[in-house]
């Protein structure tokens, strides 16, 4: 009986060190600078000169803070901070990141070579 005791402990400890892990990374995320090459108006609506888009008209590709929920969304899904660790790795080597439900509401958001350089310094 202690030992089962013993084992329930060991993993409620596990749990928070693991999501205390995953907030840290999280907030480290969240944290990353903002797109310099755009001015915000609000949380949804920014401006950019055409110059700036650099062949890319993916609003998601130069909104930041957009990339950065996702980056974090995949972190708060994952079951363990090593399991989050991994899957940004894969982002950061594919470049991209498939958003979306379990049917037809998925699309890969190509992620800025600048919110990748980002991932490298958190990661």
Known sequence: MHIRADI??????????????????????????????????????????FGSLNGNWSVEHHNFKMQYKILAGIVDKAETAFSALRQLRLAKIKGSITVGGNCDGRYTVRLHPDVIAGLRKVL
């Not at 402990?9 to 995320?29: D, F, G, P, S, W």
């Open 8 to 49: 329930f402990q060991h993993e409620r400890e596990h749990r928070k060190v693991t999501a205390a892990q995953k907030a840290e990374l999280k907030k480290r995320i969240l944290e990353l600078p903002d797109n310099p090459k755009i001015k915000r108006v609000n949380d949804r609506c920014f401006v950019g000169t």
